[in-house]
């Protein structure tokens, strides 16, 4: 289950806050069987008709319909009057739950209510036009994928995807957000080639004692540049990072000698910081207790105290101190292809710090080019104020301004 999306799932961390953080969190709730909780959230009148019992009977009889509990895939909310409804998409092993959580003004559950959900299917942002490509099944190292080619005469530049932390679908699907779908199906909207896969971690159980973004991500990245590479009707290839995909995209074009670099919120500091300036931001806005324990743990990781085959934090300290080896920032000096950096104004999880370290080391270099989108979160999709772990949950497409940007990038 995602709360936080990026490189690794805390665990022990609670993430809740304001009114839609507060839905979040009795969703929450009801998914850890904490009962007790759940219903002292609810106002008078929801704990005269509910109890204990008869929460955890609901429960387990929505378990024994569809089996266990998988993923909250997103959420809506509708005002109506005093009270604001939020619609959780709940997977389970057999099928897909809705989850109506009332909400009133002084922020307590006053109704909920489960319906079998109606299904969400990918409706194309207004930038994508779906007669002007097509879309066929593509294999990258034994890993399913799909490669959009424009209908127009060729040959056209192309671009490989590389995905971001966890075991992402070709889509880079993140609650109801389809983030690579969304670049794939604009791109190629404007002549350009796409190919998308499945990672490795999604598709094959691999051994996190020994795992490294070398099995992970590169190989396989490597491997779908070349296959581009190969195609007759490609000009150029250029390879597309998001997150952990754009920190590792300088080595993989280097190593497969891409025409182009493109990284979307790009990290520049090892992992351990970033997830330690992650977990006291979320505590700075009150959406993150029990943070302590892995704070900890980070420092360790910082020092390198923790033995290379010990799992912490979902992965192998080897994981860690591999990935600050690669130094990404080193080896984006180094290239001499065009390469642009695209960062989120709102984004907490590749932030400012991140930014700055990038315009320092790629200064005067006359391929780089780097844009700022003040509104845009980690996800590049528009938010105002302090971006969130919740709004990730929220239905929404990538900005047009990245796409349009990348596509004139590629152009010129």
Known sequence: MRLIVFFLILPGVMIFGALDQEAFLFVQKLISEDFGTALAMCTDQVRAQLNVQSLSNIWNSLKTQFGSFKEITGYEKAIHGEYEIYNFTLRFERGEISALVTMNREGKVAGLFFTQATGSKYEPPDYVDLEGFEEKDISVNGLPGKITIPKSKGPFPAVALVHGSGPNDMDETIGPNKIFKDIAYG????????????????????????????????????????????????????????????????????????DGVIMISPPARPLEELM???????????????????LKILEKLKRKEIPPNKIVLGTSARYFYDLKERQPVLTAKKLTVPM????????????????????????????????????????????????????????????????????????K
């Open 187 to 258: 791109l190629s909207s404007n002549g350009i080639i796409v190919l998308r896969y499945h990672k490795r971690t999604l598709v094959e159980k691999m051994n996190p004692a020994s795992l490294t973004v070398e099995e992970e991500v590169i190989k396989d990245a490597v491997k779908a540049v070349n296959i581009l590479k190969q195609r007759k009707d490609v000009s150029e290839v250029y390879v597309l990072g998001h997150s952990l995909g754009a920190m590792l995209a300088p080595e993989i074009a280097e190593r497969s000698k891409a």
């Open 276 to 294: 330690e300036d992650q977990l006291k931001y979320l505590q700075s806005l009150g959406l993150a207790k029990n943070v302590g324990e892995t």
């Open 340 to 411: 642009l950096l695209i960062f989120g104004g709102r984004d907490y999880q590749v932030s400012e710090k991140d930014q700055k370290i990038w315009s320092r080391e790629l200064s005067g270099k006359e391929n780089v080019k780097i844009l700022v989108f003040e509104d845009l979160n980690h996800l590049m999709m528009v938010g105002e104020g302090r971006s969130t772990p919740v709004e990730y949950m929220k239905k929404g497409h990538v900005d047009k301004r990245v796409i349009d940007a990348i596509i004139e990038w590629m152009v």
